[in-house]
Nanobody, 126 residues
Framework: QVQLVESGGGSVQAGDSLRLSCAAS????????MGWFRQSPGKEREGRGT???????????EYPESVKGRFTISRDNAKDMVYLQMNTLRPEEMAVYYC????????????????WGQGSQVTVST
């Protein structure tokens, strides 16, 4: 089973950029769809919101409208890594960011079908 470890979180000012990384191990990385999600403070009941998804060969990516044009997901199958470049960060985007994986793009929206990393805190201050 694949294991995921996020890194790159931290504290930034509104408008700054940050790049998150997720290292995968334990299975054939190129077989898996990868995604980034976030859990905002005080909104645990809403669950983890989708930030970005990328398919196995990087031929498909998906973003919610709120981050389109500012966030970019990418992957390096040779290094078993997935990245999230976040530009022009907003205070409301302060959250714990999670890397996740599953076998298909459709399964990425199915609760219980994803494997999660431990999360990486992103703090955005005004």
């Amino acid at each position: 089973q694949v294991q995921l470890v996020e890194s790159g979180g931290g504290s930034v000012q509104a408008g700054d950029s940050l790049r998150l990384s997720c290292a995968a191990s334990g299975s054939t990385f190129s077989r898996y769809v990868m995604g980034w999600f976030r859990q905002s403070p005080g909104k645990e009941r809403e669950g983890r919101g989708t930030v970005a998804i990328i398919n196995q060969n990087s031929g498909f990516t998906e973003y919610p409208e709120s981050v389109k044009g500012r966030f970019t997901i990418s992957r390096d199958n040779a290094k078993d890594m997935v990245y999230l470049q976040m530009n022009t960060l907003r205070p409301e985007e302060m959250a714990v960011y999670y890397c996740a994986t599953t076998t298909t793009v459709a399964m990425m929206s199915v609760s219980g079908s994803r494997i999660w990393g431990q999360g990486s805190q992103v703090t955005v201050s005004t």
